[in-house]
């Protein structure tokens, strides 16, 4: 069976720091695209990045580019994605998901997908 987990959200401070994991079994990283997505309450799902464990390509949306940032290693199947300088417009479900092709994972459409972990960021 295919899992993608997410966890490591919770409710922080702006300003401050998260570290969200996203642990996959039923399928090996690396032949795929891993990619992390949010979204608010009342607002469309937003792709905010992703890795492509095939050609080690990334990509950052401009919301988060220099403050978020993807890491992991695709022989032990989990991604991470730490969040610095956390805004309060960064509170959002966020999710996890995978597919072969990137851009069909850019564009919403994984295979795979997460069931999210919230993040909270209010004073």
């Known amino acids: 069976e295919v899992r993608l987990v997410e966890s490591g959200g919770g409710e922080v401070q702006p300003g401050e720091s998260l570290r969200l994991s996203c642990a996959a079994t039923?399928?090996?990283?690396?032949?795929?695209?891993i990619g992390w997505f949010r979204q608010a309450p009342g607002k469309e799902r937003e792709e905010i990045s992703w890795i492509s464990y095939v050609d080690s390509r990334t990509h950052y949306s401009d919301s988060v580019k220099g403050r978020f940032k993807m890491s992991g290693d695709a022989t032990d199947n989990t991604v991470y994605l730490q969040m610095n300088s956390l805004k309060p417009e960064d509170t959002a479900l966020y999710y996890c998901a995978a597919d072969l092709n990137p851009y069909r994972l850019s564009e919403g459409n994984a295979h795979y997908w997460g069931q999210g972990t919230q993040v909270t960021v209010s004073s």
């Open positions: 039923g399928f090996s990283f690396g032949d795929y695209a």
